[in-house]
């Protein structure tokens, strides 16, 4: 019999990892089994563990410290992304597709949060924007809380990492306090078009 392709070997090892992170509650800062426990709770061979840490140390999902282990790092730390967006904002043409494709994003987000946000979530948006009078980080908790209420995690971290990316979002035209009153507003009428454009203009000079 044939052996199984080294593609689908690597493959499933991460699955089984991102299972073991999920079934032992790992959170960012974490630290992970070692090499050898993996090797013996996967049923995997030492090399092929090891393969498949250098994937996920290089798309910045985890970090060796020298001594201590290998730990979970936060999303946002992504180096296979920032390597990436080197690139794309070097090129006019690709940040006009970025910015086009933030707009899209923007959308999908917001019909789904009009659709699925809870009422507790609706209060806690009502606070932050209360607060946001006087105290300006409490907007942009507002905009992460009102994205994460479409619970649809893809399509947030997509949103995170195209604002981070976005050369035109500056502290500037982030969102205000008067913004975050009229995106409730329209989510009380379920008007996404009007919450989209009041995202959207985030990225305009």
Known sequence: MPSEPVEKVYI?????IKSIISEDGLQPGDKLPSERELTDRLCASRSSVREAFRALELLGLIET??????????????????VLASFILNDTKAQEDLAETRHIIIKDCVELTCSRI???????????????ESVPEAARKFEKLFVQSGR???LYRLYVELNGYDTAFTAENSLTSEDCQAILKALRSKDSMTIADILKKQTMN
């Open 118 to 132: 809870s009422d507790e979530e609706t209060e806690h948006l009502e606070v932050l924007a209360r607060e946001a």
């Open 12 to 16: 499933e090892i991460l699955k089984k």
């Open 152 to 154: 649809n995690h893809l």
């Open 65 to 82: 410290r020298r001594g201590e282990g290998t730990f979970i790092r936060e999303a946002t730390g992504h180096r296979l992304v920032e």
